[in-house]
């Protein structure tokens, strides 16, 4: 079985505010700087602070919005909800 996960990472984007991108977007730009110019220490915290962020915006979903990421999921994964 082959997922499709750009639908499965669409189906959470497009649920998260422009806040919540804008802020894994700026995390994801400190990981990317620390992986090419500093030391592992430095880009184990921010690959920590990467985590927070999607973590952070993952929690900050409504739960309609989680129903319907996990119905996108279930349907990649053959599951059939009753």
């Known amino acids: ?7 499965i990472l669409n189906a959470y984007l497009s649920q998260m505010t ?9 995390r994801s730009k400190m990981l990317i700087h620390a992986s090419m110019n500093c030391e ?3 880009i184990t915290q921010c690959r920590a ?3 927070g962020a999607v973590a952070n915006a993952t ?4 739960k309609h919005n989680v129903n319907y990421i996990e ?3 279930n349907e990649e994964m053959g599951v059939i909800n009753e």
């Open 1 to 7: 079985m082959q997922l499709d996960h750009a639908r």
């Open 18 to 26: 422009i806040s919540d991108l804008e802020h894994i977007f700026f």
């Open 40 to 42: 592992s220490k430095e």
């Open 49 to 51: 602070g990467f985590y």
């Open 59 to 62: 929690n900050n979903l409504i």
């Open 71 to 73: 119905q996108v999921i």
